[in-house]
């Protein structure tokens, strides 16, 4: 039976990005005795695998001209060549500990799903999904193309590769991925986590919308390790890559089950809104899974719910902050004073130059309400003001973008949503902005959750990792 750690983000749904293997005493003992023994000797097989694939990758485009590698390869290279790899593949994951991978249900025929999106997404190890699929094509970051030897492997994959930092990169890749989906049966199945990035499997995150975007039928595959000791998960926080690859090989095995489901064929509205269609098919695979299906992502390497258009980080760093500072002896007329000053300095505006400035916006807005000595509506008053650079009485697009910004202290650029319901077509003004975040259905939560203070003892309404009204605190 898998155990995730539990570290709570909200009062609904745990914390999807932590993950720390917990362990009694004697499986600790156990595990530092087998790991001494299994953990060199897996580790150095793998090794030896997956040197062997190297020659074997680099072989399959040896002589090619760039026009040939840009076309799915065919011919002796793919009879002859892929099967080797397919093998030496499923023997890495073998010494690995992966002595069987049970496979459930059907893989679909390419015609029939040029697509499989796989979840829940848990770590490097995930691609033990490959040797069922046959080696799909996948996408994968551009940066790993510098590693030894994966990036040969993701040549000869001819992997669909980006980088998160590039937006013409993100835009070439889905460019890429759309071409490869549509060509009818020209290029090979795909293969693709549709989260974006690893979790501890407690709940599924929001899913991107790239493999949705051809509008297609798609295969929904659930990845299951049905372990007592969840060993395989790395994540934004907790357990680190190398912590999960020698607990993962000091125990005896790891069992892995790969399950495919009905292929989901797209509704008119789907196929119209990618968005939509990824949310749909997330919600299919959670239900199947057991897990709640959430508005989570990960967003410059940030934890985030979504919320509206709005990003909310799930580790409020102002709640942080005023913790730190409570601990460190502060009462609340000390920390509204400090509040005061960093606020007329604020109004009055910093010297120095651009390198030196510090924005102490967001910490005074966020700290000043969490703090309880200044309410929502009076810090949205004196936020209001400071944005308002021209004294209009309203804001523009960009001036709102900014304002949520500082108000959540994290950057928003999703805004047009609650400008349209804030404007409704016409100014922007205080009193309409404020009556949409106290009493819209959705992004009231911003001021009566997320921005909801804190008692000194930090256990009121809202605490940093509850940043939607949970009751325990993000340890």
């Not at 040549?155 to 835009?171: C, G, I, T």
């Not at 659930?222 to 690859?245: C, F, H, I, M, Q």
């Not at 509206?308 to 502060?330: D, I, Y």
Request: aromatic residues 8%.
């Amino acid at each position: 039976m898998e155990t995730h750690s539990r570290h709570s983000a909200t009062q609904e749904y745990p914390h999807p990005f932590i993950h720390q293997v917990k362990m009694t005493r004697a499986q600790r003992i156990r595990g530092i005795i087998l790991g001494s023994v299994l953990f060199p000797v897996r580790v150095t097989m793998a090794a030896l695998c997956f040197l062997l694939m190297w020659p074997v990758a680099r072989l399959r485009f040896a002589g090619l001209s760039e026009e040939e590698r840009s076309r799915p390869v065919q011919g002796w290279r793919r009879w002859l060549l892929h099967p080797i790899m397919l093998g030496l593949s499923r023997l890495a994951f073998f010494f690995l500990g992966f002595l069987w991978v049970r496979v459930k249900g059907r893989r679909a025929e390419l015609k029939e799903a040029p697509v499989l999106v796989v979840a829940p997404h848990s770590s490097f190890m995930d691609m033990v999904s490959l040797m069922p699929t046959q080696l799909a094509t996948v996408v994968s970051r551009s940066e790993n193309t510098s590693l030894p030897v994966v990036g040969a492997l993701l040549e000869f994959n001819q992997a669909v590769l980006v980088s998160r930092k590039d937006p013409e990169s993100r835009r070439r890749a889905v460019a890429q991925v759309t071409e490869r989906l549509t060509s009818g049966g020209y290029w090979p199945q795909m293969l693709m986590f549709p989260e974006g990035t690893t979790t501890n499997g407690s709940t599924l995150i929001k899913f991107k919308p790239g493999a949705f975007l051809a509008g297609l039928p798609v295969q929904p595959v659930l990845l299951r390790y049905p372990n007592r000791l969840d060993t395989v998960r790395w994540t934004y926080k907790g357990t680190s890559w190398a912590e999960a690859l020698w607990y993962t090989t000091s125990q005896f095995y790891t069992n892995v089950t790969v399950e495919f489901l009905p292929v989901y064929s797209p509704t008119p509205e789907e196929k119209a809104d990618p968005n939509l269609y990824a949310d749909n098919v997330q919600r299919l695979m959670a239900r199947a899974l057991g897990l709640p299906a959430t508005d989570y992502v990960m967003e410059g390497r940030v934890p985030v719910k979504k919320l509206g258009g709005l990003s909310l980080p799930l580790e409020s760093p102002a709640r942080k902050t005023l913790k730190l500072l409570r601990t460190n002896g502060l009462g609340a007329l000390e920390v509204q004073a400090a509040l005061d000053r960093m606020l007329d300095r604020c109004r009055s505006g910093a010297q120095g130059s651009k390198d030196e400035l510090v924005d102490l916006r967001p910490i005074c807005f966020t700290l000043g309400a969490l703090s309880g000595r200044v309410g929502f509506a009076a810090t949205l008053h004196t936020a209001f003001a400071l944005f308002d650079a021209g004294g209009r009485g309203s804001l523009t697009a960009e001036e709102l973008s900014d304002l949520m910004g500082a108000l959540l202290d994290f950057p928003q650029r999703h805004t047009a949503e609650l400008h349209a319901q804030a404007s409704g077509g016409g100014r922007l003004t205080e009193e309409n902005l404020l009556r949409v975040l106290t009493a819209h259905p959705a992004y009231q939560r911003v001021a009566t959750e997320y921005m909801k203070a804190e008692e000194a003892n930090g256990t009121a309404g809202n605490n940093n990792g509850n940043a939607y009204g949970g009751n325990k605190k993000l340890d």
